[in-house]
């Protein structure tokens, strides 16, 4: 993607980044055909829609989309308006329903997206309309991946396992377990609105580890909010980051006996049933890990590019946050947050994630606000003219990509992904590389 003066936009083998893909109208349209149009996208969970007729609804960048369970159980997509004139058809945050009616004309469409009813059809149609080709638009390819609902605009697409790459493996070990009944989302969602680009929220997501213990939510661990303080060791116990391809980014921590310790101390104020589960849940996680020496405890933050972003520390208490980020114009954004947990899980451990989420990543948590402020921040800044010229930087450890000090001592064999310590813009650099790879296809 080359700009006017020939600089490229996204130099992900420098660690350069120009302001402008963060603030021009032009950039971000074509982001919404290239991108939102073109790659596969996380549009829900499952258990969001359970049963024959459950729907939700949603977005797809800025396409307001129905996901809906058909009348055969299948899920399927459709574009959230009405093929007579344009009018949003489902008007709700989620329901159920056999069939949905329009609120201009009153046609209707069901949940295989026919259009089943035209009111005064005799009258003002002559019993003439080609139905078949009016039903809603729908969207070529959904698939669930063990729960997780993903779809993609472009009937070419290539698979869905083709697209998480690296990063199916770690889908697979913490989004997908299907122990203690499977994993649900709790009813409700958090949304928010916030200034900032959508991918200055995902390239945070994608590897930023760095403002979490360098300066921004430094006040959260102060508080003792996390029960845990980062640790700064880089082995064998510390943090990593992993740069999935093709572009999605994470980082972890290795499962350690503080970490058990601390969920079991918490657990022994709930009595023994709690401990229990607490006890043969974390040993179903190293049962799943298999013979792999290090084992991660989950996803501590992870991007699925472009804009799904996951967050599961590991702890019994702390549930998986499911966050997706709208664009809504180049300076502005919404978050959508689900908490995902064990079906089985005790009620206080679902309370307990709950409650986390409330007061962490969320719009009015500590965690969230922290680094809403940051985007909002960085969003005014952007309004000085002289921001366009300028890039953004994200090179640290640019040069120890593949042979940083300590590598040696990983015991990472067996888990796909590029590791690397906790101060490393790697996930990030993957991140524009296929951002970029994404803006030049035709
Ligand atoms: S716009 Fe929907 S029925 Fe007319
Ligand atoms: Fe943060």
Redesign the pocket.
């Known amino acids: 993607v080359a700009s006017a003066d020939g600089v490229r936009l996204a130099d992900a083998e420098r660690g350069v980044v120009s302001r402008r893909i963060f603030i021009d109208e032009d950039i971000y349209r074509r982001e919404m055909e290239r991108i939102f149009h073109r790659c596969w996208l996380w549009l829900g969970h499952d258990s969001m829609l359970p049963n024959p007729g459950d729907y939700v609804a949603t977005y797809t960048g800025e396409d307001p989309i129905i996901l809906w369970r058909d009348s055969g159980g299948r899920v399927r997509a459709f574009l959230n308006t ?1 093929t ?4 949003k058809l489902c008007l709700v945050d989620r329901g159920h329903a056999a069939a949905l009616t ?1 609120s ?4 209707t469409f069901n949940s295989e997206g026919k259009l089943t009813g035209v009111p005064f059809f005799e009258r003002a149609y002559y019993g003439r309309l080609d139905r078949q080709a009016l039903g809603l638009v729908e969207m070529p390819k959904v698939v669930s991946y063990g729960g997780l609902i993903f779809g993609t605009w472009d009937a070419g697409a290539p698979s869905l396992d083709d697209y998480l790459g690296e990063l199916r493996w770690w889908l697979e070990a913490f989004l997908t377990d299907d122990s203690f009944g499977g994993l649900e989302t709790l009813p409700g969602a958090q949304k928010y609105q916030t200034a900032g680009n959508w991918k200055l929220i995902a390239d945070n997501f994608a590897g930023d580890h760095y403002h979490t213990v360098a300066q921004s939510h430094l006040s959260v661990f102060k508080i003792n909010l996390l029960r845990s303080r980062p640790t700064t060791e880089q082995t064998p116990h510390g943090y990593f980051m992993v740069a999935c391809e093709p572009g999605h980014g994470l980082g972890g921590v290795w499962t350690n006996t503080a970490m058990l310790e601390g969920d079991l101390a918490r657990a022994e104020q709930f009595g023994p049933e709690v401990k229990d589960y607490v006890q043969e849940r974390w040993r179903r996680r190293a049962e799943r890990m298999g013979d792999i020496p290090d084992k991660p405890t989950g996803i501590v933050f992870g991007n699925c590019f472009p804009n799904f972003d996951i967050q599961n520390i590991g702890s019994a208490f702390a549930g998986n946050l499911l966050s997706l980020t709208l664009p809504r114009g180049p300076r502005f954004s919404e978050i959508w947050q689900w908490l995902l947990i064990e079906r089985q899980a005790p009620e206080v451990c679902k309370r307990a994630a709950a409650t986390m989420l409330s007061r962490g990543q969320s719009g009015a948590g500590l965690i969230g606000v922290d680094d809403g402020e940051n985007f909002e921040r960085i969003a005014e800044a952007a309004y000085s003219p002289l921001n366009e010229r300028l890039t953004f930087h994200y090179a640290m450890g640019i040069e120890q990509d593949g042979r940083w000090p300590g590598q040696e001592d990983w015991a990472v064999r067996g888990i796909p992904g590029t590791f690397g310590p906790e101060f490393w813009e790697r996930g990030q650099r993957s991140f524009y590389r296929q951002w970029a790879r994404c803006m030049e296809r035709a």
């Not at 007579?84 to 009018?87: C, E, L, Q």
């Not at 201009?104 to 046609?107: A, K, L, R, T």
């Open positions: 009405c007579h004139r344009g009018n329009c201009y004309h009153g046609w």
